[in-house]
């Protein structure tokens, strides 16, 4: 049993598992990295506390930030060595003013801090290479507003890695979008993050669930990196075949 899945008693975990995929969901033969938020505003500065990083920006993770921004840089080098398309995605520079913000009081209560010098800036450790799109957004999901569709079709596209912050916040709204649209969702647990321990654990119990399957970043490098054979299922763990009606959104435009 994972980590994030005790936090929920037996009774509890036996409701969920009643409504829930029981086997995992086949891979795609062309999947697409998506790194969502993975900023200063909310990483702070490296060897900082959670307190000491939440003084300098009220959007702040934390060590949690830099824990995962080592699993992010892994699946990175994967996805560009298996030529897997690279999307990043930021808020838009001073949307917070103009839409009320990625959340409720990101305005009144935080004063904007998307809007502060640097607070998009992308660690160097994880910053994009040349060709690579960076995607400014208004609001929690990648996809709410923004041409993420348009891209992904035209790179053929069939599912989505998904990696980032906030787990609970736009890491899950991307993730339901994502499946709403009709791409098979994974999201690698170590490259993710949250302020907060519980919150980490329930959006990914919950997204697993319902939405996603998470799975380990080894297995997603393993994925990415194991050729068209791994990439349809084939070899991975557990996996199913796509049924005729479970196409992804690479083969016909959501």
Known sequence: MRWWEEVFNETERATYQAISARRPQARGRRPALLVVDVVRAFCGRRGQSLEEALREWPTACGPQAWEAVEGIEELLQAARRG??????????????????????????????????????????????????????????????????????????????????????????????????????????EEAVFDRARLSQAVGLFEMNSRYAQVVSVREVLTWLEGGDREREGVEARGQESMGAGERGAGGSKP
Do not use: W
């Not at 001073?94 to 660690?123: C, F, K, L, N, W």
């Not at 348009?150 to 991307?174: E, P, Y």
């Open 83 to 188: 030529a897997a398309p690279v999307i990043y995605i930021v808020a838009l520079q001073g949307s917070d003013h103009i839409y009320g913000g990625t959340v409720r009081g990101e305005v009144e209560a935080m004063g904007a801090p998307m809007s502060r010098p640097g607070a998009r800036d992308i660690p160097q450790e994880i910053a994009p290479r040349p060709g690579e799109v960076v995607l400014a957004k208004t609001k929690p999901s990648a996809f709410f507003g923004t041409p993420l569709v348009t891209l992904l079709n035209r790179a053929q596209v069939d599912s989505l890695i998904v990696c980032g912050c906030t787990t609970s916040g736009c890491v899950r709204a991307t993730v339901v979008d994502g499946f709403s649209y009709g791409y098979r969702v994974f999201v690698p």
